[in-house]
């Protein structure tokens, strides 16, 4: 369980793992040697590990922890979540989908790359909610709606309605379009699989 404590502007979480002896003593042993406290060891081991980290992205860009770093908890999530190689869980996954279907809520722009933060982090650790009001209704004009009314109750200025709603609908048309053409190109096949051999 992570714990998260303030000292002033600091921010520090303390994590309990399980590790064998020999990967504790390992720890002592590099701390003595440096003269480093464990913690400095640990986390600059860790340091070192993320920086040669990295990966081809979907788009085809050289990524690593650096692209998915925000302050906010909930952003950070919520971008792990749209990459494939990061192996998110598969109700993150679906929370992502969700996200980028009203992508003016939670994202800069309509490629969905970079997180609004700050609307993500009054919006995602509550996005079961609106989720479940688009799958209840089917209707993302509802969810958009309490979305926003959601951030006006926070404080925040929700993304101008005559633009969201377009975008969504846009989006939602780009969307169809791509799932019909996927539909009819595996008719075809099941239809050419099917016919008679002569």
């Avoid at 590099?30 to 993320?50: I, K, N, P």
Wanted: with cysteine; glycine share 4%; hydrophobic share 40%.
């Amino acid at each position: 369980m992570a714990e998260e404590k303030q000292k002033g502007d600091r921010k520090t979480e303390t994590l309990t793992v399980r590790i064998s002896p020999q990967t504790k003593f390992l720890i002592e042993f590099l701390g003595r040697l440096l003269g480093q406290s464990l913690t400095t060891v640990v986390e600059r081991a860790l340091a070192e590990a993320a920086q040669r980290a990295t990966f081809m992205a979907k788009n085809g860009t050289q990524r690593h922890w650096s692209d998915f770093w925000y302050d906010s908890e909930a952003a950070r999530e919520l971008q792990m979540a749209g990459e494939p190689n990061l192996h998110s869980p598969y109700s993150h996954r679906k929370r992502r989908e969700f996200a980028e279907q009203l992508w003016p809520f939670f994202f800069k722009d309509k490629n969905c790359v970079d997180v609004n933060e700050a609307y993500a982090t009054v919006l995602y650790p509550v996005i079961d909610e609106f989720k479940y009001i688009y799958e209840e209704k089917h209707s993302l004009e509802d969810a958009g709606r309490a979305m926003a009314k959601y951030l006006q109750d926070a404080g925040l200025d929700p993304p101008d309605h005559a633009f969201w709603s377009a975008a969504v609908r846009a989006r939602a048309l780009v969307y169809g379009a791509d799932v019909v053409s996927e539909l009819s190109h595996l008719v075809d096949m099941a239809e050419r699989d099917l016919r008679p051999k002569k």
